[in-house]
């Protein structure tokens, strides 16, 4: 069935420092891959998307890169800051399921001073 | 700008009550989601909604039900409440097609005691 996984759970990193965040897809026809940051007490927001015929998008300080034959795509944050601290969900659409997104259980990022 | 609205931020019902929770988008958007969010479980679809009248079981339809009468509303109803209804409940809306942005509302924290 429809599944996006999503590693790690938690994941701590000194201000400056890189993160990445990491998930997979199970439907092979899935073509659009958002983001979204939910900060605490907040509703979840797109911090970008990529759509399954790039590989690569980036917009300043996040990236996002897609490899549609490993069936996985991962977030990529540079030069964090305290305020990219929250929590932060992949997606996936499913076709065969109405075009509704399927969401990776979330990444709690900390960005430690 | 999109607006995604929920008609409580907290609720605090008894077992056994009925609970109504509103959604209301101002973009014409055709499809509306409900979700309800758990630490450790991300974001799982209890119900949506492709245009008025029309709902569909999402991954966790358990225990609730869904009106769409508006196209611009979508209430999620606890027909018993229980304790294990306990959550974040956020709705979404997005309008048809694969590739478009789906927009949050601020959720509604539900506690059934």
């Known amino acids: 069935g429809e599944n996006v996984e999503q590693h790690p759970s938690t994941l701590s990193v000194q201000e400056g420092d890189s993160a990445v965040i990491k998930c997979t897809y199970s439907d092979s026809a899935s073509n659009y891959f958002p983001w979204y940051k939910q900060e605490l007490g907040k509703r979840p927001q797109l911090i970008i998307d990529?759509?399954?015929?790039?590989g690569e998008k980036k917009d300043q300080r996040i990236a996002v890169t897609l490899n549609k034959t490993a069936k996985h795509f991962s977030l990529h944050i540079t030069e964090t800051q305290p305020e990219d601290s929250a929590v932060y969900f992949c997606?996936?659409?499913?076709?065969?399921?109405?075009?509704?997104?399927?969401f990776g259980t979330g990444t709690q990022l900390k960005v430690e001073l | 700008d999109v607006k995604v609205t929920q008609s409580s931020r907290y609720l605090v019902k008894r077992t056994g009550e009925k609970v109504f929770l509103e959604c209301v988008q101002d973009?014409?958007?055709?499809?509306m989601f409900w979700y309800r969010q758990d630490p450790g479980l991300g974001l799982r679809l209890i119900y949506f909604s492709y245009d008025v009248k029309m709902k569909e079981k999402g991954d966790i339809p358990e225990g609730y039900s869904v009106s769409r009468e508006k196209k611009e509303r979508f209430s999620l109803i606890l027909e018993s409440a229980s304790t294990n209804q306990t959550s974040m409940y956020l709705c979404a809306s997005r309008n048809s097609g694969s590739l478009n942005e789906q927009y949050f509302g601020p959720g509604t924290r539900l506690t059934v005691t």
């Open positions: 990529i759509r399954s015929n790039v």
């Open positions: 973009m014409d958007h055709e499809n």
């Open positions: 997606a996936a659409i499913f076709t065969g399921g109405g075009n509704k997104l399927t």
